[in-house]
């Protein structure tokens, strides 16, 4: 069965375990102008890169025990509330990529909409809200059992972004978008050990 494929990416060392790990697995920090740490989520930031395994216990880690300032060589600061902030910012940049899924005609909802994608084999990922009803998300992920899977995002987050009222499933054609989606939505599950799978 399909799984995140990592093995081309670039590795790096959590500071706050210690651990080699893709860097999809991980959320970049820089150290900013005021010497305040500042979360890059989309590690373009220019600056030195300090590491932290996409979970929050590790970065609680690494704040806790001022890992920041000995892997920057510098008194560093860390500001009130990152482990909050870094959750928000994974989450709103799944969204970000779900919105662009849509405006690039990528995207089905509907149960009936997201069955019959499944069914036509034209389904590359299937999105069922975190906090739908058991019985349509059972459905639909038996039917799409060899379907990288994302079930981490809210409907009422997912019905704003895209603009349509009580959104519970979607399906993803394939494209570069798609498989972003799945990696993000991966590391956003990991930070809050929600439930994403990409194994059917």
């Known amino acids: 069965m399909p799984r995140m494929d990592y093995s081309h990416t670039p590795v790096r060392r959590c500071l706050a375990s210690g651990a080699l790990r893709p860097q999809g697995k991980l959320v970049r920090f820089i150290v900013g102008p005021d010497n305040d740490v500042i979360p890059d989520i989309a590690g373009k930031l220019p ?13 609680e880690h690494a704040c806790d025990k001022n890992l920041f300032s000995s892997a920057a ?9 990152l482990a909050d902030t870094v959750g928000h910012l994974l989450r709103q940049n799944c969204l970000g990529l779900l919105g662009l899924c849509r405006k690039a005609g990528d995207l089905v909802t509907g149960f009936e909409k997201v069955k019959s994608c499944i069914a036509a084999g034209d389904a590359a990922v ?75």
């Open 47 to 59: 600056g030195r890169g300090l590491w932290v395994t996409a979970s929050r216990s590790d970065l």
């Open 73 to 81: 060589k510098a008194n560093v600061r860390v500001p009130d509330g």
């Open 126 to 200: 299937l999105i069922c809200a975190q906090d739908g009803a058991d019985d349509g998300r059972q459905k639909l992920q038996r039917l799409a059992r060899d379907t990288p899977q994302i079930g981490v995002l809210a409907s009422a987050e997912m019905s704003l972004v895209l603009g349509r009222e009580n959104v519970v499933h979607a399906a993803l054609k394939d494209g570069g978008l798609a498989r972003r989606l799945v990696q993000e939505a991966h590391r956003l599950s990991s930070y809050e050990a929600a439930s994403v799978s990409d194994d059917g």
